[in-house]
C-alpha cells in the first residue's frame, strides 16, 4: 500500500518580501515626484527645488533602507540574489545624482534622472510580480 506524504515544505520570501514591496513602492513614488518639484521649479516656484533637494536625500536613504531589507530577503527569504547589488547600484548612482544637481551640472542630472526612474519602475514592478515570490531555484 502506498503512503502519501507531504512534499517538504521550500522556505519562500514572506514578511522580508512585503517589507521590500512597501519600501520600493514608496521609493517609486519618491521618485516620480522629483520630475514633478522639478517642473515645478522651471515654472517659477522657486520653492520647490528645495523640496526637490529634501527628496534627493531622502531617496537615498530609502533604497538604502530596502537594500537592507534586500539582505533579509535573500538569506532568510531564500529571495533573487540580484536584487542586493541592483539596490546598492541605484543607491550609487542616486548619490551620484545629488552631487551633479548641486553643481548644477543638467546635461548629466536629466538623463541620470530617467535613468533613476526607469529602474525605480523596473524594480516595483518586479517586487509585485510572481517571480519575486519564489524561491531561489524554484521554477
Excluded: N
Excluded at 551640472?105 to 533613476?116: D, N, T
Amino acid at each position: 500500500m502506498a503512503t502519501l506524504t507531504a512534499p517538504p515544505r521550500v522556505r519562500q520570501p514572506g514578511a522580508s518580501l512585503w517589507l521590500l514591496r512597501a519600501g520600493l513602492t514608496a521609493h517609486l513614488l519618491a521618485v516620480l515626484a522629483q520630475p514633478v518639484l522639478a517642473g515645478m521649479f522651471l515654472t517659477g516656484d522657486v520653492d520647490a527645488i528645495d523640496v526637490h533637494a529634501a527628496m534627493a536625500s531622502a531617496l537615498g536613504l530609502l533604497c538604502l533602507a530596502c537594500a537592507g531589507i534586500s539582505i533579509g530577503y535573500v538569506t532568510a527569504g531564500r529571495g533573487r540574489i540580484w536584487i542586493l547589488p541592483a539596490l546598492l547600484a541605484l543607491f550609487t548612482v542616486e548619490t551620484g545624482q545629488i552631487i551633479v544637481g548641486y553643481q548644477r551640472a543638467l546635461q548629466v542630472h536629466i538623463p541620470g534622472g530617467v535613468l533613476i526612474v526607469v529602474s525605480s519602475v523596473l524594480l516595483a514592478v518586479w517586487v509585485w510580480s510572481p517571480a519575486a515570490r519564489r524561491p531561489r531555484g524554484a521554477r
